[in-house]
């Protein structure tokens, strides 16, 4: 069987059982067994159910980390075709079998070949979804046990004309935070508002004041930023003023100083209105991922990796950033790296968005992305 057709078995086989994040034994189990298969060494259960393999060539001590990510999402898949999942509830939305397939299939030829001088770490990680798997690699040890001098990633994404791939240096992606804003007020009765104090109005005004951070403290060029609310729950009734409102939402930004300015912007603005009406309330922040920040030499490797692949005129090194976010940002916090989009396709073939329980990762991109991760190797590793 040639390489392309087992890097399709392997995803389409993952794409069929998929497992939600640290929940991947199944998936864990046959990365790592397919792994040592190829000689490589193999280390399992780093950060849960994360793998790490390990092929060495030559005398450098030069090395290099490529990471996939492996887990499913809960989304009831709705396609029919033969490799649809069979775990009702859980489905890869988002193209992480085809991620796992693809360095799947990078480590078996770069293991056959051996083209290059120096130490490839496969990473095979838990829990991206959820902005947690990174993390918890990292905590075990990822960047302390072993000596990795960049790190690298790859997504797929839907949109883009497949096989094309797209990447820039500094911000790629945006953070993505949570607030929750607990407004705690007397209420009443709907007739006699002046006799207890009203978080709905509170709540507005805040709602109203969160909107102005972006516009008005925030750089227009340097500090682009979304900020949404989402959710907005009171306790009351028809003619009952509540006693609390719960106020919820969404931030995003590309640069750790704006993120640090909307974090406290926010509390100012629901300290003052709420200093104001005398009420009180309880604020909390959870950045759950942060920017995903290329640095400029991994930025130009990679470009120039996928430029040696599939020619000048499929490689845009300088794109538009995207508010979408991604754990590996905690990674390029701990060593320096690059992520990079390849296109999943346009139209019918590939363009259904991620996230969605009719997507399904395209199979002809997959020798693409095995493609990219070997001359990435041999270029930066080169003899």
Request: hydrophobic share 40%.
């Amino acid at each position: 069987m040639c390489i392309e057709q087992k890097v399709t078995e392997w995803r389409q086989h993952i794409h069929k059982h998929p497992e939600f994040g640290f929940e991947e034994f199944e998936t864990s189990a046959m990365v790592a067994d397919l792994l040592e298969s190829f000689g490589l060494e193999v280390h399992r259960n780093i950060g849960q159910t994360g793998v790490v393999g390990i092929l060495k060539c030559g005398d450098s001590d030069r090395s290099i980390g490529l990471r996939a990510d492996m887990d499913a999402l809960h989304i009831c898949e709705k396609n029919d075709f033969s490799h649809a999942s069979v775990n009702e509830g859980v489905m890869h939305a988002c193209g992480h079998d085809g991620h796992t397939a693809m360095l799947l299939g990078a480590a078996h030829e770069l293991s056959k070949s051996r083209n290059f001088d120096g130490t490839v770490y496969f990473i095979f990680q838990p829990g991206e979804e959820h902005g947690v798997g990174a993390k918890a690699m990292i905590a075990d040890g990822l960047f302390t046990r072993w000596k990795i001098d960049a790190v690298y990633a790859m997504h797929n994404l839907p949109g883009i004309e497949e096989g094309k791939f797209v990447t820039r240096p500094g911000s790629l992606m945006a953070s993505e935070s949570a607030f929750e804003i607990e407004i705690l007020a007397t209420g009443g009765h709907a007739a006699m508002p002046h006799m207890g104090t009203d978080p709905i109005v509170v709540g507005s005004q805040i709602v109203l004041g969160i909107q102005t951070l972006v516009s008005r403290h925030l750089s227009a060029i340097h500090e682009t930023a979304v900020i949404s609310v989402t959710e907005f729950k009171t306790n009351g009734t028809v003619n009952v003023i509540p006693s609390s409102v719960t106020i919820k939402g969404d931030t995003r930004s590309f640069t750790d100083e704006a993120l640090a300015k909307i974090e406290k912007g926010i509390e100012r603005i629901v300290a003052g209105h709420c200093m104001a009406a005398g009420v009180d309330y309880k604020y909390s922040f959870n950045n759950s991922f942060l920017s995903t920040i290329n640095t400029a030499a991994e930025a130009g490797y990679a470009t120039a990796a996928a430029i040696a692949l599939v020619g000048e005129e499929n490689v845009n090194g300088a794109c538009e950033p995207f508010t979408i976010s991604e754990d590996f940002s905690f990674m390029l916090r701990q060593a320096p790296g690059c992520y990079i989009l390849v296109g999943n396709g346009v139209g019918e073939c590939g363009g259904t968005a991620l996230h969605n329980p009719f997507y399904d990762f395209n199979d002809r991109i997959l020798m693409r992305g095995v493609g990219f991760w070997q001359k990435l190797v041999e270029q930066q590793l080169n003899k």
